[in-house]
């Protein structure tokens, strides 16, 4: 099992539809949570962090439920700019002081 | 602010020439730094972390290596270069306090074997 596991999609959505992304992962005693956003041969750049008692940033939501090692993200009013690739970030509790990369989730916004 | 630099952007070399990428940040002291590798279509591949000068943390068996002659410089290299080399190579900084920090990405090189 991955340690941190996404649908690589695609997510093909009209603009202004809501979309939501899952993720899970497999260490249960994981510590703190982000999303990134990756654009065609760019650097992934943070998004946003995710707190335990869920935490909003304009458009978008993320959500996390330890009970379940499952994140979430949502974003509602889709734009042409959100066409990405997501990625689930986790760091677990190894003392690596790393972080440990979802494969992503691609979103193209179509017009 | 911060900011965090890489070069080459891109680079184009013969297999087994040698590599020497270089990282460097600005506006912070003691930061933890990271080297990963993402192959084309794939995920992020951490190689290397460093929390300190000298101290480097290797994450897995490569031709690579890695170096930090200076508290903001992280150096990527290899004596001999295999085309499974082939990659975009990103650099990026923690916070040095605290080990759940997120990261920060430098814009990356993208390097071809040939």
Redesign the interface.
Known sequence: RKEVEQDPGPFNVPEGATVAFNCTYSNSASQSFFWYRQDCRKEPKLLMSVYSSGNEDGRFTAQLNRASQYISLLIRDSKLSDSATYLCVVNMDTGRRALTFGSGTRLQVQP | SQTIHQWPATLVQPVGSPLSLECTVEGTSNP?L?WYRQAAG???Q?LF?S?GIGQI?S?VPQNLSASRPQDRQFILSSKKLLLSDSG?Y?CAW?PGTG??????????T?LTVL
Request: avoid cysteine; proline fraction near 4%; charged fraction near 15%.
């Open positions: 933890n990271y794939r995920g992020l951490l972390y929390v943390s994450e975009f990103l923690s080990i759940y920090n997120e990261q920060f990405f430098g814009p990356g993208r």
